[in-house]
């Protein structure tokens, strides 16, 4: 093989590399954008509903849709069903086909951010629940971190870490410096629909185009880790 074929490979194998990193995003991208759009046609005709439940065949990547669940009204209830298929007396009744499939498509590549939203649908002895995502993702972070942070006025996302939350800004100090919580005060399970939300607004170019922004020129990271470009601020709108 001569030199100038070893650089050609060399060349072309980066091409492909980039070309196939590129593919992924716009794959996770498409997935997410199909799932809000189903999401959408569902709570038009259901504006309660907060899950599609559902059993998979992970062989096939097939799907067999049970129906519509609403929110739990209870850490000890179930979520009640809103609409089960077969059930031809509900606005749902019009779209099942529509349901399945572009849930299905949703699911479909093992790395789909999808994914992330879904989990066994504990009151039953199988099947799983897809939890679909907010209308308003940024909205809904801002929310639940005003929860436990109420003087939240941005956030710092790692997008190398799929959304995780570096530090949160919470107004500013006396000679008008922000005031950085580099320890976020959330349990668990609320860090982890953060980092869920998050990564979705990551995945899909018009939320990250509309929420995140390049950090401050002299920001350090709390750690001393180093940043990057996909270390990202996202400023939180105002909540009700």
Known sequence: MTPATRDQLAILAEQREELEAERLRIEKAYCLAVLDHIAAKIRAACPEAAY???????????????????????????????WEYGDE????????????????????????????????????????????PPSDRAARVAELVREHHPEATALVVDGRAAGRIIEIFEGAADDG??????????????????????GQVLALPALADRHLM???GDYVHPYGVSTSDQVRLMPLPPTA
């Open 52 to 82: 599609v439940a559902f059993d998979y065949e992970s062989k096939q990547r097939s799907l067999d849709l049970h129906g519509v669940l609403g929110v739990q009204p209870s850490p000890l209830g179930a979520c009640p069903w809103l």
């Open 89 to 132: 007396e509900h606005p749902l009744s019009t779209i099942p086909t529509d349901i399945e499939l572009d849930v299905q498509t949703a699911l479909a590549p093992y790395s789909s951010p999808a994914w992330a939203s879904v989990h066994r649908n504990t009151a039953a002895d199988t099947g799983w629940l897809l939890e679909m």
């Open 177 to 198: 410096t922000p005031v950085r919580t580099p320890r976020p005060r959330w349990p668990s399970a609320c860090d982890t629909t953060l980092t869920r939300l998050l």
């Open 214 to 216: 390049p950090l401050p």
